[in-house]
């Protein structure tokens, strides 16, 4: 699936950084390699253990610092988020991190996730006297900080304890003279958050590819509901805010990692490729026989590979996709068809002239990418196209951050199958059944599948559905 356009997109990635000289170069590098978990804002608060420095701003990550910018974030601790907008909207004063500051001392914090109860905590406290600055979710946390009592520990304890939804966040908090740096996860562990190690400083990120990039060991995940607390006296502690029956969400590995982390304990490159030969074997008991599989850039090719080491079936490239498009580009004034899709992949006509071809997608959302690209396909001179869906069909909405469209707009809630591969003009299609994921990927273990079965982990009742819509759509 192709990011924003058929309608699904990542939400935020983070990074902290304790006692590492130039944090917040590192906590840059580390947002790169998380660049493809959100665009359209970035963030660094940073720390030489005494008043936060920071810097926000809208766009991708090499968009918003500059070496003077970088230069003027000294310190050895920092936090830092990539953003997409799902609740709040993107406007600039919504981009992380958030950071406030009393007499007392400063609290940042960097947050992926989304919050279901958010919009009833933020009434309840704008009740008793909260002024809000912005619009998205992760500002209950810190104004439920504020009116708790204790040390930094106990009031963010307090705070996430009242929180219900995804959350895999960093936090820097400053109280007088003395710095902490803390790392949680919800007690559902439904966004991944890792620990990394350099020299004798610790990295946290919410993938591990973050640290190949800046020299860091990978080290472990962080449990469901583990806070890591960082502090100079102390070291690293571990603490809980509570657990819930383990629901880490699927489509990190379907879609939205990359395929070079380890996220919820796999490699998401092999998770990818079983997810192609569990096709590929659908496709070898039916007897069912194609001249070559390609994977729709770039998400797709991984499980278009396991489809072709399974099969036999030869893996070609098919699409190429131009990795340089900006955010905008101007458009021709004479309309070309699909000019959307066609800017970012154009087949290799060469290749897939006269060919029977399997197409594997890691989902199909709407199905209006789907459908251009298999129309382009045909005009490059395939003669069968078989979509192969390396995930079952996405029927409901997420309310766990990731921004998938209404279930109106979702073409698997309403159509069946043979209508799906009608609309996007498939010789044939393919999903994958949810009790395949379970049995070929995780047998012993429960995820979060609510996209595939509406079976949402957090229960319901917690979600106050049509506020929880609304936030997400404000500007
Ligand atoms: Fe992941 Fe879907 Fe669950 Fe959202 S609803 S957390 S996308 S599995």
Redo the contacts with the bound molecule.
Sequence with gaps: MDHGIDGMKDKCGVVGAWNIPEAAHLTYLGLFALQHRGQEGAGIVCSNGGRFQGHRGEGLVYNVFTKPTLANLPGDRAIGHVRYSTAGGSIAKNVQPLWVEDSDGEVAVAHNGNLVNAVQIRRELEKKGSVFQTRVDTEVILHLMARASGDAAARLKAALTQVKG?FSLVVLVREGLRTKLFAAKDPYG?RPLALGKVDRGWVVASESCAFDLIGAEFVRELDPGEVLQFDDEAGMQSWSIGVEKPAP????WIYFSRPDSIVFGESVYEMRKKLGEILAEYDRREGFQADMVIGVPDSGIPAAIGYSQLSGVPYEMGIIRNHYIGRTFIEPLQSIRDFSVRIKQNPLRGTLEGKRVVVVDDSLVRGTTSKKINQFLRDAGVSEIHMRISAPPTI?P?????D?PEKKELIASSRSIEEIRQFVVADSLKYISISDIYSKLRPKTS??????TKN?PVPPTDFLGEQVSQLKSEP
């Design positions: 995804a439904l969400c699927v489509f990190e409901s997420c309310y766990y951050g990731i998938t995820m979060c599948d609510a996209c595939f949402y």
